[in-house]
C-alpha cells in the first residue's frame, strides 16, 4: 500500500497538473525548468510557524503595524489606506501606490475595519472603534490631516462599535456599519450628524453601495445573510442566505454580480444582484470539502475582472479563481502570501496584501537570544527583531503589505506548489494520522480504541519553564522557573512518573482564543479579530468561552461533534458558568456543583465535587466517554490583597490535578482511561524557548511510565490524538495535520496507581502586603480569564514570587523550524505511518 505521505503529496501533484490550469505545461522544458527554479527561489526563504504551517511570502513588501485589517484604493489608485488594529499599537497607513512607500502614519487610540476615500480623494474616512465616532483625515501633501469627527454616540461602555464604511459624495452621505448594535448609521458628511440609524438584526462587517448608489449591500457577520437596502425608502428589501460569518463584498463594475466572502466557511459566494440569490459558490481551500480553516475575508478582481483573488487568512494565501464567465468560475492556482492575509487589492499588474500577523513572531531583543535546539523539531533563530519595550505577545505580529506581481502561468504553477508544500494538511490525514500498528491510538478514524473514557483538563496560562523548568530530564531553564517542585510536586510527579513533554506548543496568544483552539482546533475571524481590541484596553466584551453564536466555529466544539458522533459526554465548569450552559449542545450535561471560571473559589474543592459525581457514574456504570474539566487557579490572582497567593494558587491548582489522576487510577475503569492536561495558552509569559512552549501531562492505563517525549506537539495535536480516540473526524484543517501524541502510549496498560502529593505551600495563605503590585493588581478585572494585561500580569507574578525589584526576563517568540524538513520532494516518510 502506498506511504500515506507519499499517496498525499501524489493528490498534491495530480491537483496541481489536471485542476489547476496554471500548470499545466504547453512547452514542459522551458516552463518547467522556470517554474523550478522560481520554486527553488521561494523555498529556500521558508518559515515555520508555531502552529506546523510555513510561510514562503511572494513579492516585496512594507512594514505595517499591528494587526492590519483593511485595506482600500483611493479613486484615481494614487493612495493605499490601511487600518492597522491590534492590541499594541493603532494607526492608519497612507501608501503612495506608484512610489510603493508609506508616506504618513496615523497613530489612533482606537481604530477598527472600516475605510474610505472621499471622491476627490481630499478626505479618508476610518472607523473609530469602540469610541463610536467615524475619524475623517484631510490628505493635504501626502499626509493624514486630523479634521473634526462624525460622532454616531457616547464611547465605550456604549455599545455601538462602528466596523465597515462607505461614501457618497454627490449626496454627501456616509454608511456605517455597527457590530454591537447590529444598525446602519446614515450620517451627514457635511454637518457632521447621524440623520438615521437602522436596525440590522445581528452584527455586521461591512458595506458597499450599489453601481447606481441607490441600494446598499450589508454582509452581516453574525448572521449569515447580505442585506439589500433601498436608500431612498430606507428600507430593507432582501435578505440573501450565505455560509457562516460573511464578511468582504466585492460588486463588479457593471454592478450586476456581488462576490462575498464566508470566513467561517471555506467559500465565496457569488449572488446575482437582479435575481437577489447565490448562483455559485467557490470553495477556497486547498483541498475539497476540507473541514473548517480557511478563512476566506479579502476580495479583489483583476483590472479587467477576469480574475478573483480571494484571500485565505487561515492558509496563508490567495486563492486565484478565473471567473470570466459569471457561474462558471475555474480554479487557477494559489499565491503564498504572509501570516493571515487580511486584504487584497489589484492595481494594474500589481496585487497587494495585507498580512495581519506579518512574517513571523518577532524575537525580543531584551530576553535570552533565540537558540536552535538540538531536540528534534524544536525551535530555531528568528533573525527578525522588535525593539519596543511592551513586547506582548499580541503586539508582537507586526504587519506587512505584500507587493506581488501578477504571475505568469509558470510563476502561479511555482506558487501554488509552495502552497501546498506551506501545508501540513491534506485530505488523506483526515482519515489516517501518523502512528504505529498496536498502538492504542489507532491511526484510522473509527478504528477501536482500548482506551473507553478521556478526561481532558483544561489550565490557566503557564509557561513550560515557570512549572517544569527545573527538571533535568527536560530542557528547563531553572533560572525562569517560578513554581518547581515544592510548589507543584503533582505536575512534577506526572511529567516523571508518566510522560515529560517539553516540546509542547499551545496554538493561542491569550485566553480568548485560547479556549477555542482547545475545543475547537480554531478560532474564527471574528475571535481573531476582536479579541485584541479588548486585550489592548479598548473596550469591548469577553465573549469567547460560547457566551456569542458569531464567535462559535461553524461545526460547533468538540460537545457538538461528540452529539453527531454519539460519543457520549460531561462538562465541569468549562463553557458552564454560574450554573446554567453557555452553549445548547451542554444543556442538561454538565455538573452544576462544579464551579465555573472563580480565582476565589478553590480547585481543590472542585475537584472533590467531581470525585462525588465520578463515584455515582462509575457505580451506576454511566461515566461519559469524554469528559472535559477546568482547573483554572493557577492563573492566580497576583499580589491582589486578600486573594490567594500565587504560591497558594498554584498550590491549590497542583493538588487538584494529583487528586483528580489519583482518584481516576483507583477507580476501576483505570486501564480503560486517559488524562489529557493542557494550558489553554501560555499567558506571556517567560520561557527561554517560546512564549507559546507550555506545560501539558499525559496519563492513563495505556500512557507510558518514565518516558521523555521531545516531539513536537501542539494544543490541536492533542485534540487529534483525543479525536482518535473517541473516533471523531477532525473539527479543523489544523488537529487535522496536527501529530497525535501516539508516542506517548503503551501497548500493554500499567494498572498502578498515582499517588498524589501534598502541597508544600500553604494553599489557604492570602496576599497582605500592600506594595506597587497589590495596587496595579486591584485595577484587573479577575472575574474572566485574561481581562486584564497579561504582560502587566506575568510580571506581578513573578515580582510577588522573586521579589518587588526583581526583573522578569522578555517573553522569547521566535520562528518554529522543523529540524530537516526540506521541500515536499525531499520531505521524510513520516514514522511509522507504513501498512
Known sequence: MLNASLFSRLVCLILLIFLIPGCQRKNASGQQAEEIAFYKQLNSKRIGLPNGWSLTPAGNSLDLDDLPLNLVVSPSQKYLAV????????????????????VDTARVGKAYLGLAFSDDEKQLYASGGNDNKILVYKIEDNQLVPDAPIVLGKPWPVKISPTGLCVDNAKNRLYVVTKEDSSLYICDTKNRQTVTRMNLGAAAYTCLLSADKNELYVSLWGGSSVLMVDLNTRKITAKIPTNKNPNDLLLTRDGKFLFVANGNDNTVALIDVTKRAVIETLTASLFPDAPVGTTPNGLAL???ENTLYIAN?????????????????????????????????VIGSKVFVTNGKGFSPKANPKGPNPVLSKMPQQVGPNPQANTGRQQYIGGLFKGTLSIIDQPKPEELAAYSRLVYANTPYTK???????????????????????????????????????????MKEGNGDPALCLFPEKFTPNQHALAREFVLLDNFYVDAEVSADGHNWSSAAYANDYVEKNWVTSYGGRGGTYDYEGQKEIAHPRDGFIWDHCLRA???????????????????????????EFKGFDLGYMDSRREEAWEKEFDQLVAAKKVPQLNTIRFGNDHTSGAAVG?????????????????????????????????????????NGPDHVDAHRSIAFVAGGFVKRGFVDHTMYSTSGMLRTIELILGLKPMSQYDAAATPMWRCFDRKPNATPFQSKEPGTDINQKNIAVNKNSQRSLQFDLTKPDAIDDLIFSEIVWQTVRGEKSIMPAPRRGAFVRLGQGDDDDEEEEEGDDD
Open 643 to 683: 486573594k490567594p497567593t500565587p504560591y497558594a494558587a498554584i498550590g491549590d491548582n497542583d493538588l487538584a490535578v494529583g487528586r483528580f489522576v489519583e482518584h481516576l487510577s483507583q477507580s476501576p475503569i483505570w486501564n480503560e482511561s486517559v488524562v489529557f492536561i493542557l494550558e489553554d495558552d501560555a499567558q
Open 313 to 345: 487568512a487561515d492558509n496563508n494565501c490567495l486563492a486565484v479563481f478565473d471567473v470570466t464567465t459569471k457561474g462558471h468560475a475555474r480554479s487557477s492556482g494559489f499565491i503564498p502570501t504572509g501570516w493571515y492575509p487580511t486584504a487584497v487589492k
Open 428 to 470: 488523506t490525514k483526515e482519515t489516517q494520522a501518523e502512528g504505529e500498528a498496536g498502538n492504542p491510538i489507532p491511526r484510522r478514524v473509527g478504528d477501536k480504541s482500548p482506551i473507553k473514557y478521556v478526561f481532558y483538563i483544561i489550565k490557566e496560562n503557564r509557561t513550560y519553564d515557570q512549572i517544569l523548568g527545573d
Open 302 to 304: 483583476s483590472d479587467d
Open 83 to 102: 487600518t492597522n488594529n491590534g492590541q499594541s499599537t493603532q494607526s492608519i497607513t497612507l501608501i503612495d501606490v506608484k512610489a510603493e512607500k508609506v
Open 566 to 592: 454519539g460519543v457520549s459526554f460531561r462538562s465541569y465548569g468549562w463553557f458552564a458558568d454560574d450554573e446554567k450552559a453557555n452553549i445548547k449542545t451542554l444543556q442538561g450535561k454538565f455538573c452544576p
